[in-house]
């Protein structure tokens, strides 16, 4: 005789509604924090030669994590004359022997992936399975991938026997603080450069843990230098004479002040800058697929992605449905605290970047748009936003121009696949897009059409070291990742 199928039977009203235990990982897994820190520079912890420290706090705490050194220009000078002494033996080393200091770090890296996850929710407020499942594994593969290419580079299509430009200063966010940080030092040290570099001002704990890292590994001092501070610890280290490669990524505001800074100094230079995607949903499009797609594509790490799907542009027919469906799956998401493994959407960053949110929130609904966010409790303490949609949103609402880089989405319709395309180039950014439909031939069109550095197809937001990144416009130029992300450290 068949069972009874209970859940068929009953009532959808009557069917019990199952909560969530708290899973909290443990902060005390992020290992002992040091009151205060200063700056790595050949291979040793060293003290500031300014007295001036800044303090990293817990975004969903507000408490304060650690206090660390302003660098300055005399800092800057100390870690990339360590830089520039540690280049001869590093460059003239065989690529085989370079991929085994990446290897051997990569494989710290995986051992150490729940310390450095842990550390990095805490400091940055994103959601610990985001730390653990996506960042980590990414960083390590990051570092094997370009351990790899190492001893191959006269077969990478940049001709015989390509050279390191020198050293190699880097400056990164705080959105992804340790994947950044990868991003910029693999291929640099893979391909004979050393690096000076300096995290973000709110985010500078897992940089730090890193130089542990090098450390561990057996790096040849001044390889890898790490100088703490906030923009004027950036701007000095980008001036300065003896780098010969800048790379940043962060506002486009700072890229512009750094391409103006540069030129004419013949140093190389990339860019990878803000964004504000569209994420294109046609008539034939899999509902519940693209649901989740749209989710990911802006809710993923507060929507603090610069490659975010802030722009949602839904074909008319099909708007309705997808919006219901949307918002029951909104409903769904938990926001709170970032150390609980059933958390969706943790802490906005700072202060400063929930007050940005708050008022271009607000500059929303002041011009039309129509407000909606899930009912759900925020913590007391910490920097909290809710998940929200506009929609009735025109092309010339600031919400459907202006980087959020908050869990804040626009919804725009179209009617045609070229309006589509029209309204998504409609843009000063153009670092990525995602195309929502089962027929390959119009991924395909509209694909070739979009002016977006990465154009996803029924996914989003999926990384891959072997995939080159970058965009178009003010998104910024030159590629990480992949083979064409060698490129910007050689001398080609």
Same mark, same amino acid.
């Given at each position: ?133 996506? #960042?980590?594994?990414? =960083? *390590? ?6 351990? $790899?290419? &190492?001893?191959?580079?006269?077969? %990478? /299509? ?83 004479? #003896?780098?010969?490669? =800048? *790379? ?6 700072? $890229?512009? &002040?750094?391409?103006?800074?540069? %030129? /004419? ?228």
């Amino acid at each position: 005789m068949a069972k009874k199928n209970v859940a068929k039977d009953v009532p959808a009203a009557a069917r019990p509604v199952f909560e969530y235990a708290p899973a909290p990982e443990s902060p005390a897994a992020a290992g002992e924090l040091a009151t205060s820190y200063g700056h790595f520079i050949g291979g040793e912890f060293v003290d500031s030669s300014g007295s001036e420290a800044l303090k990293t706090v817990n975004p969903a705490t507000e408490q304060v994590l650690a206090e660390f050194a302003q660098g300055t220009e005399e800092d800057v000078d100390r870690a990339v004359a360590a830089a520039r002494a540690a280049f001869a033996d590093w460059s003239a080393l065989p690529g085989s022997e370079r991929a085994k200091y990446l290897f051997r770090i990569a494989r710290i890296v995986q051992e150490r992936s729940r310390e450095l996850a842990v550390l990095e929710s805490i400091d940055n407020g994103k959601p610990i399975k985001e730390t653990r499942d996506v #960042d980590l594994p990414l =960083v *390590a593969a990051h570092f094997f991938y370009y351990a $790899g290419w &190492a001893d191959k580079l006269d077969f %990478a /299509g940049f001709g015989p026997n390509p050279k390191p430009l020198g050293v190699a200063g880097q400056v990164i966010p705080w959105n992804f603080p340790l994947l950044m940080l990868a991003w910029k030092i693999a291929p640099a040290l893979a391909t004979g450069n050393t690096v000076v570099l300096k995290p973000a001002e709110t985010t500078p704990l897992t940089a730090l843990r890193f130089a542990e890292i090098c450390r561990q590994a057996g790096l040849p001092k001044g390889v890898v230098n790490i100088v703490t501070g906030d923009g004027r610890t950036g701007a000095a280290l980008t001036a300065h004479p #003896d780098v010969s490669k =800048v *790379a940043f990524t962060g506002s486009t505001a700072v $890229g512009r &002040a750094i391409a103006k800074q540069l %030129a /004419g100094s013949r140093k190389k230079l990339s860019l990878e800058l803000g964004g504000k995607a569209a994420n294109i949903v046609f008539d034939d499009a899999p509902i519940d697929q693209a649901v989740e797609g749209i989710v990911n594509g802006i809710f993923f790490n507060q929507g603090h992605v610069c490659c975010a799907g802030s722009r949602l542009l839904v074909q008319e027919s099909v708007q309705d449905e997808l919006l219901d469906a949307l918002k029951r799956r909104m409903a769904t998401l938990r926001v709170g605290d970032p150390l609980d493994k059933n958390t969706d959407v943790g802490a906005i960053n700072s202060a400063a970047q929930l007050a940005r949110i708050t008022e271009l929130a607000a500059a929303g609904e002041a011009e039309g748009a129509e407000r909606w966010a899930p009912a759900c409790e925020l913590p007391a303490a910490g920097y909290w936003f809710r998940p929200t949609l506009f929609t009735g949103v025109s092309q010339a609402h600031r919400i459907a121009r202006e980087e959020i880089f908050g869990p804040v989405l626009s919804v725009l319709t179209f009617r045609t696949p070229a309006e589509a395309v029209e309204k998504a180039n409609n843009t000063q950014y153009g670092l990525s897009a995602g195309i929502w439909t089962e027929k390959g031939s119009r991924i395909l069109w509209t694909a070739d059409r979009l002016r977006a550095g990465v154009v996803w197809a029924n996914t989003f937001n999926k990384f891959d070291p072997t995939s080159p990144f970058g965009g178009y416009k003010e998104s910024g130029y030159g590629r990480e990742g992949g083979r064409h992300g060698l490129e910007a450290y050689l001398d080609v």
